[in-house]
Structure formats: structure tokens, C-alpha cells
């Protein structure tokens, strides 16, 4: 239910679903990047993070 919960952050905001699953690490900062360079690359690449897992 928890990995539910960190995916809909993720879709809202990408970097607090990566940081809620992994900290502040190298997923992190490369997402908060995607993020800048599109907001769909974020959402993907947290999406995978958390369901990586």
C-alpha cells in the first residue's frame, strides 16, 4: 500500500516520491534533472525508482 501511495506523489511531485523511497542520493538529484527538462521524464523515472525497489 506504501509503494501505491509514494507512485501517486510521484506523478504529483517526482522528486518527493524518489526522495520518500531513496533519500538524498544519486536517484534524487538525477530526477529533480528530469524534472527540470520535463515534467514526464521526472514521473517515469520516479515511477521506476519506487517500483525498482
Avoid: C, E
Amino acid at each position: 500500500m506504501s509503494d501505491f501511495i509514494r507512485i501517486i506523489i510521484a506523478i504529483l511531485l517526482p522528486p518527493l516520491g524518489v526522495f520518500l523511497q531513496v533519500g538524498i542520493g544519486k536517484h534524487f538529484w538525477i530526477n529533480i534533472l528530469l524534472t527540470l527538462l520535463g515534467y514526464i521524464p521526472g514521473i517515469v523515472h520516479a515511477v521506476w525508482v519506487i517500483a525498482k525497489k
